[in-house]
């Protein structure tokens, strides 16, 4: 639920002319940026957070990674296996 709360939120930031990027790991804990960040949203200490998503406008217009196929990408039981029947 936690992961479909996100996409929604990218899907709608963006349908809406904006642009975002989930942030995700400590960001409350020791680095300077994670101090200022902590008291930009002015959250106590005694709190962690893992995660956020700053929205605003893009600077530029961003390009989609290019992927493999899902055959060049997964394998059955074992890395390597070039048996292409299982899919």
């Known amino acids: 639920m936690y992961t479909k709360t ?3 939120m ?3 930031i963006t349908a809406l002319g ?3 990027c989930w942030i995700e790991g400590n960001i409350t ?3 300077e940026t994670q101090k200022q960040i902590a008291k930009l949203l002015n959250i106590p200490p005694e709190y962690t957070v893992v995660g956020f998503l ?4 893009a600077e530029k217009e961003g390009k989609r990674p ?3 196929s899902f055959s060049e990408r ?3 039981n074992i890395y390597g296996n070039d048996n292409e029947d299982f899919i």
């Open 29 to 31: 804990e020791n680095t």
């Open 10 to 12: 990218l899907i709608a």
């Open 54 to 57: 700053p929205i605003g406008v």
């Open 74 to 76: 997964a394998w059955y």
């Open 6 to 8: 996100i996409q929604y």
């Open 66 to 68: 290019s992927y493999k």
């Open 18 to 20: 904006y642009a975002s």
